[in-house]
């Protein structure tokens, strides 16, 4: 095989090797993994988050769904003398959400993270089924 430059850019020998391949072209994929596991009293969530600090993770609990939000913050070293040939370490922003019920408070959920896993209990409730409003029909 032989190696010749492109026109648009001097030598690009890494990304000709690594592009076209899935593994190094879908950042998306290798972000916040998920194991969902049900127990007989609750579900258990565990999300991997490599790299980032537990001051930059977040859960809300909204209308039922809890949503996991999580950033990384890239530092800029600006070197004019060098270029990333290759780069797949992660910056930014990344969120994943899951429906856990309206009757789920806060209080409720209770999270740990440790050595870049994030684990989540939930507790198993019933859902809330509101009986009809009893209603009188008339009588004529």
């Known amino acids: 095989m032989m190696m010749i430059p492109r026109k648009r850019n001097e030598f690009d020998l890494f990304k000709d090797l690594f592009e076209g391949d899935e593994l190094f072209t879908k ?3 290798s972000i916040m993994k998920t194991d ?5 009293d609750r579900y258990v969530i565990e999300m991997d988050l490599p790299g980032y600090e537990k ?3 977040n859960l809300t609990l909204k209308d039922g769904y809890l949503e996991v939000s999580a950033e990384v913050k890239k530092e800029e070293n ?3 003398n060098e270029r990333f040939v ?3 370490r992660y910056y930014g922003q990344c969120s994943r959400s899951f429906y856990v019920g309206e009757q789920i408070t806060e209080e409720d959920i ?3 993270f440790k050595n870049g896993m994030l684990k989540i209990n939930i507790p ?6 509101e ?5 009188h029909i008339a009588i004529e």
């Open 36 to 40: 969902i596991r049900e127990k007989k």
């Open 27 to 29: 950042r998306e994929s």
């Open 78 to 80: 600006s070197d004019e």
């Open 110 to 112: 209770h999270a740990e």
């Open 131 to 135: 009986l009809p409003e009893e209603k």
């Open 86 to 88: 290759h780069k797949e």
């Open 55 to 57: 001051e930059n993770i």
């Open 124 to 129: 198993k409730k019933e859902e809330k089924k």
